[in-house]
């Protein structure tokens, strides 16, 4: 029996996502009452969020579920700073005009798990470029910074781990946590935001703009952090061998994002299915409890589950379709990740070396070397073992592709162009 009265409490703890609340009962009992507006900023260092974001966002998503306003606050202004939390370094300045290509590029994924246009309690989306960018910085000074204390900022962990590593802090990136507790105060005003939420290295953050609320009279406001998680192997999530695993389809196809989670561990699978899919519980619980060969299928409903809240149900159907044509038949699946190279260097005789790190399956011509002498290659489905081994144009099938392949997972088909 769940300790809340609120579903969105409940539902969040039931599912995994809550790692610290600033004052449970009170925020219960305020969700519980009446409709809350909370909000999640991102800061748009990059074109794409990438799949280590998705927990934020499904808390968006469950936010508006249970009957409350969400907002995806875009850092337009914070990221003209960058966010130096538990960073060993500071991050690169950008310009502008590189920021607002980014948030244009972000913001188009979240309307796949939030929605902006229902009649009733619209999600909303904020840029804090609106209230940053043009502030008086005296004004600020006296009206906000004064509110601050250097030595309290300076107890914070993500300080202090900066600090303890003798790694240098600037003034500008110790502002950030003054920016951002000044959100907090302005969504308030705006539109009556009480909760910020995020992950749990924002913590210090996020109180920080409770403490700024409660010193500019706005009515107690609330935090709640979800854990930042790793795979059970400890590694990051939101990457794979191959990089970062986008949002963005065009930096990411919904085939190779499907194959991310297909490949998920199998002591992962049923906290994923609670963290990053919509099934009701009892269908997790089902599924969790599955072992043996039937986990794969399993990891198969996960990927598809997850694939299609991002890239729509008949890609994520589609992407399925396309592993099981490709690792259960042995058919050659148009849908593969192709990459086009010059018809003159295939005629010529393309290295496989040059071929394996074009294709992205090697990022180095060593590595995929080590690739060909673990017997981890194939082209057309047959074994490479010669390094020296030059593609050309005898490689080309029927269907006018050559099929590259690493292991029994990654394939990729490689078009003359």
């Not at 796949?112 to 619209?122: G, K, M, T, V």
């Not at 470029?129 to 030595?151: K, M, P, Q, T």
């Not at 080590?370 to 047959?382: F, M, P, Y």
Request: charged letters at 25%; hydrophobic letters at 40%.
């Amino acid at each position: 029996m769940s300790k809340f009265k609120s579903e969105f409490l409940h539902t969040l703890t039931e599912r995994g996502f809550v790692h610290q609340i600033s004052d449970e009962t009170g925020l219960d009992d305020l969700l519980a009452k009446e409709q809350v507006t909370a909000y999640i900023g991102f800061d748009p260092t990059a074109p794409s969020l990438h799949a280590g974001s998705l927990i934020q966002i499904m808390m968006l998503h469950w936010f508006q579920k249970t009957g409350h306003r969400p907002i995806s606050l875009m850092g337009g202004g914070t990221g003209m700073v960058g966010d130096p939390s538990f960073k060993d370094e500071a991050r690169k300045l950008m310009t502008v005009d590189m920021i607002e290509e980014n948030i244009a590029s972000i913001q188009r994924v979240f309307a796949n798990y939030i929605d902006y246009d229902r009649a009733e309690s619209p999600a909303l989306m904020i840029n804090n470029a609106d209230w940053l960018r043009g502030i008086n910085y005296l004004e600020f000074l006296r009206d906000v910074g004064r509110h601050f204390s250097v030595n309290r900022m300076l107890s914070f962990e993500s300080v202090k781990t900066r600090l303890d590593r003798e790694q240098s802090l600037s003034f500008l990136e110790f502002n950030y946590m003054i920016l951002q507790a000044y959100d907090f105060v302005e969504l308030y005003r705006q539109t009556g935001c009480r909760l910020q939420m995020g992950g749990s290295d924002q913590w210090g953050n996020i109180v920080n703009g409770i403490d700024l609320g409660h010193r500019m009279e706005t009515p107690q406001l609330y935090a709640l952090t979800a854990p930042l998680l790793t795979t059970s192997s400890g590694a990051k999530m939101g990457k794979s061998a191959n990089g970062a695993v986008w949002l963005n389809p065009d930096m990411l196809s919904a085939y190779d994002f499907w194959q991310f989670w297909r490949n998920t561990e199998d002591a992962d699978v049923g906290r994923f299915l609670k963290l990053y899919t919509t099934l009701p519980m009892d269908e997790v619980a089902r599924l969790s409890a599955l072992g043996g060969s039937e986990i794969n299928e399993v990891k198969k409903i996960l990927a598809t589950e997850v694939t299609a809240m991002l890239h729509g149900r008949a890609a994520a159907d589609e992407a399925a379709e396309t592993a099981r044509k490709t690792f259960e038949e042995g058919a050659l699946a148009e849908n593969l990740p192709t990459i086009e190279v010059g018809k003159a260097d295939i005629d010529a005789g393309i290295g496989i070396l040059t071929l394996l790190v074009q294709a992205g399956l090697a990022g180095s011509n060593g590595e995929a070397r080590r690739h060909i002498k673990g017997g981890a290659v194939k082209l057309n489905d047959k074994g490479v073992s010669d390094e020296r081994m030059a593609v050309d144009a005898d490689a080309v099938t029927e269907d006018g592709v050559i099929k590259l392949s690493l292991g029994k997972k990654k394939h990729i088909l490689v078009k003359p162009a």
